[in-house]
Each structure stands twice: as C-alpha cells, then as structure tokens.
C-alpha cells in the first residue's frame, strides 16, 4: 500500500480518536511524519494545522452541548496563547524535538492514571485548582515549541485537580488546543517561512481532509456515545502509546 494512504488512514484514526477525548491529535500526527522520514522542520506547521481542523468540530460541538466551563477556559487560554507564540519561534534540532515530546507525553499519561474522583462541584475541587492559571504559560511555551496544541499537557492537570468533570475538561483541553495551536502555527510559520508553510499544506491535504471527516466522528462520539471514566482512561492510554513511540524512535 502507498505510503500517503497509510498516512490517511493513521492520520484519520488519530483524529477519530483523539477528539473523542476532546485533543487534537497533533502528537501522533507528528508521530506518524516522524515515521514517514518527514524534514522534522515541516512536522509541527502539518501537525498545527490538522489539530486546528480538528478541534475546531469537536470546540463547536461541546459548545453546543454546554458543555465547556467559558469562563475557566478563557482564561487559561489567554495567558498559554501568548507563549504557544513565543516558543513557535523557537529552533529545535530533530533528536531533540522527538525526546521532548516523547518524555512529556509519557509522564503525562503516568499522571492520567491516578485515581481521582470524579465528583464535581467546591466541596471536590483540590486546593491545588486556583493555581492552575499558573501551569497554563509554561503549558503553552512547551506546546508551540514541540509543534502541537498542549492539551495532552494541561488535561492530566486539570484531572488531578479535579477542576471540572471529565467532559468539562476534555470541552476546555479543545478549546485550549485550538487556540494554543492557531498562535503556535503563525509562530512556525514566521520561523521557517511562507514557502515551506506552503509547500506543507499542499502536501498535507490528504491528511487534512481525513482529520476533518475522523475529527466530527470523534468529537460526536465524545458529546453522544463514551462515558466520562472512559474519556479519562482513552487519554492516558492514547497519550502514553504515542510517547512511547516517539521516544523508541530517538
């Protein structure tokens, strides 16, 4: 089989899945272009931009529902956007890129895998809740940096600190990725230039097209059909598979 229909049918996958957990995908997609033998410099302007396609369905969708907390997320959004930027700028040699990635992603699928309850409410909420504007910056600097939308970084977070359900926080991680990923991207782009950004996408349609159709499958799934301990456990399961990948391949 043709290596691109390969790709399709990895990249279409990833977005079925990772949106029904309220993610991008933006980790196996430069997982699977790593794979692929991908210039490193293209993975995360593909990357940015599938996550982008994707969560925007799943954002509107638990929209919708009512089911993304406006208020939290914006204001976590708004101080990790700035940095998403900053470290989109940033030049990352290939061996590196896929470490920083592949590690952070494993820790954060071991953090997943901690019972916590699932109540909701103040009299649930850890103490720790009102401190996680303060993770949303770094969050953001660490994601524009490795090319994705930092959901899989603030989600484990916002679990342990039992901030909200799990729906409430796979609403507010799609929310955070579209954003995270929308200023990532224009700081790639920046950094490697119009031309490469270009040649990207034409390359990439494909594997856009096949996020759009996986992402609305996904993301139906996430709002209809999965119940919240599963959302929980989907995550740490996909986060960790694919840390694991990235960082076999190092």
């Known amino acids: 089989m043709p290596l691109i229909l390969l790709l399709v049918a990895g990249f279409f996958l ?5 949106a029904s957990v309220g993610f991008g995908g933006g980790s196996t997609y430069a997982a699977l272009l790593a794979i692929a033998g991908t210039d490193h410099r293209v993975l995360p302007l593909i ?9 925007a369905g799943a954002t509107v969708r638990f929209a919708r529902a009512g089911i993304t907390p406006w208020n ?4 976590l959004t708004a101080l990790a956007a700035p940095a998403a930027f900053v470290g989109g700028l940033i030049s990352i040699e290939r061996e590196a890129f ?3 990635l592949g590690a952070s992603l494993v820790l954060t699928a071991l953090t997943m895998l901690i019972p916590v309850r699932e ?4 009299g649930a909420r850890s103490q720790w809740t009102k401190a996680m504007p303060f993770a949303a910056a770094p969050i953001g600097f660490l994601a524009g940096l490795v090319g994705i939308g930092g959901g899989v970084f603030l989600a484990p977070l916002l679990h342990l600190t039992r901030w909200h359900g799990a729906r409430e926080i796979a609403a507010t991680a799609s929310f955070f990725i579209l954003i995270n990923s929308a200023f990532g991207l224009v700081g790639q782009l920046l950094k490697n230039g119009p031309a490469m950004f270009a040649g990207a996408m034409v390359e990439a349609l494909p594997l856009l097209l096949a996020v759009v159709v996986g992402g609305q499958i996904g993301s139906l799934m996430a709002v209809r059909v999965l119940p919240a301990r599963w959302i929980r456990w989907l995550t740490a399961a996909l986060v960790l598979v694919v840390g ?3 960082l076999a391949g190092v």
């Open 14 to 18: 990833a977005a079925l899945l990772y």
């Open 47 to 55: 990357a940015l931009a599938c996550n982008i396609v994707v969560v």
């Open 72 to 75: 939290g997320a914006l204001a």
């Open 98 to 100: 896929l470490f920083l």
């Open 119 to 122: 109540e909701t409410g103040e």
């Open 244 to 246: 694991v990948r990235l």
